[in-house]
Antibody, heavy 119, light 107 residues
């Protein structure tokens, strides 16, 4: 059974760096073909894909946010970490991590964590 | 970037109606198209992958079609639990993108 859960601060100040951790179980990020992605959703708005890390440490980022994002994995801890620098109120959103399956989709999602950016 | 455009952005329908949502890609994405359902306060749920393959456990009233740049999600007979927002997502490019969503509301 695959599960994922996001953790991190609920409130950050403008210009600060956000660090979110996705802790998962039921799969290994060292298995060929597997990936973990981050997706966010501002209140009342659409989903936005942010980043993806693969089993081979290949990384992909949204072009519009690439300069602010870093995704890393710790296979031994079953964790993926996303950092986003220079946070702004427009970055207020629910942040989800998700398992990227073999059919190039996000088949399992975490419950999401709401991050508010405010001074 | 590959842009994904959904239409309509919202629709009202009655229980039992047939509903079709359209998703268009800014370039050909073959069949690398997924559909998700999201209910308020919940994480998205995968419904359809590879344009027309039904995810395990998803009711057969959901179906997907299309290839290239034009895709559809059809609900053959809308049920009360289907009122939600639906998103398409392309995985042709390694830079995944989502559509803007279609909210299905009760008429």
């Amino acid at each position: 059974q695959i599960t994922l859960k996001e953790s991190g601060p609920t409130l950050v100040k403008p210009t600060q760096t956000l660090t979110l951790t996705c802790t998962f179980s039921g799969f290994s990020l060292s298995t060929s073909g597997v990936g973990v992605g981050w997706i966010r959703q501002p209140p009342g708005k659409a989903l936005e894909w942010l980043a993806l890390i693969y089993w081979n440490d290949d990384k992909r980022y949204s072009p519009s946010l690439k300069s602010r994002l870093t995704i890393t994995k710790d296979t031994s801890k079953n964790q993926v970490v996303l950092t986003m620098t220079n946070m702004d109120p427009v970055d207020t959103a629910t942040y989800y991590c998700a398992h990227r399956g073999y059919n190039w989709n996000f088949d399992y999602w975490g419950q999401g964590t709401l991050v508010t950016v405010s001074s | 970037d590959i842009q994904m455009t959904q239409s309509p952005s919202s629709l009202s329908a009655s229980v039992g109606n047939r509903v079709t949502i359209t998703c268009r890609a800014s370039q050909s994405i073959n069949i690398y198209l997924n559909w998700y359902q999201q209910k308020p306060g919940k994480a998205p749920k995968l419904l359809i992958y590879a344009a027309s393959s039904l995810q395990s456990g998803v009711p057969s009233r959901f179906s997907g079609g299309g290839s290239g740049t034009a895709f559809t999600l059809t609900i053959s007979s809308l049920q009360p639990e289907d009122f939600a927002t639906y998103y398409c997502q392309q995985s042709y490019s390694t830079l995944y993108t989502f559509g803007g969503g279609t909210k299905v509301e009760i008429k």
